[in-house]
Nanobody, 115 residues
Framework: QVQLAESGGGLVQPGGSLRLSCAAT????????MAWYRQAPGKQRELVAV???????NYADSVKGRFTISRDNAKNTMYLQMNSLKPEDTAVYSC?????????WGQGTQVTVSS
């Protein structure tokens, strides 16, 4: 059974950095594409970044050059390094595992960018 748990969110000033982690249980992590999504208040959930099982990455235009997605298959963990944060990055960030049979979600972690 797969469980995803995000951590690393918090309050940061504009221009600051945060590193989010997504720890997965089970044996599917290393063969599954993973992704980070975010949802701001009153807005639809949006895809932030994806990473394939082999490490190929893709980013939303709004975060390119500022965010970096990575994964450590030995630790069953995915990361999102967020630099040069802006107030518009404020949202609940959730990780996602896309397996053959279903999609799994974590509970989310709040990121607030404010002075």
């Amino acid at each position: 059974q797969v469980q995803l748990a995000e951590s690393g969110g918090g309050l940061v000033q504009p221009g600051g950095s945060l590193r989010l982690s997504c720890a997965a249980t089970g044996s599917l992590f290393r063969i599954s594409p993973m992704a980070w999504y975010r949802q701001a208040p009153g807005k639809q959930r949006e895809l932030v970044a994806v990473i394939s099982s082999s490490g190929t990455t893709n980013y939303a235009d709004s975060v390119k050059g500022r965010f970096t997605i990575s994964r450590d298959n030995a630790k069953n963990t995915m990361y999102l390094q967020m630099n040069s944060l802006k107030p518009e990055d404020t949202a609940v960030y959730s990780c996602n595992m896309n397996t053959v049979s279903r999609v799994y979600w974590g509970q989310g972690t709040q990121v607030t960018v404010s002075s």
